[in-house]
């Protein structure tokens, strides 16, 4: 599978050849507005990712897997709901 050719219609975030933080920053900029079960992929080479991308999808409350290519490494990112901030009445109901 190419980069170029995401599977699940999958939004593509390139941010190879950036540091940290710009693979995030991109990462969450290109979720703003797209629905829980949106898929993301994030394709990055910076070493910091591997750390970086899973502790913004927890802190988010969605989910990343990853893949390693030679050069660069694929973080599939599925949008979860998006949470409340603490203090925050849930005003769903």
Known sequence: MSPTDPPD???VVDARGTRCPVPVIRLARASRG??????LML???DAAAWSDVPAWARM???SVTLTEDEDWTEFRV???E????RGQADRST
Do not use: C, I, N
């Open 78 to 80: 599925v949008l979860g």
């Open 9 to 11: 219609r999958a939004t």
């Open 43 to 45: 394709l990055a080479d």
């Open 60 to 62: 988010k409350g969605h």
């Open 34 to 39: 797209l629905p829980a079960g949106a898929t």
């Open 82 to 85: 998006p949470r409340t901030g």
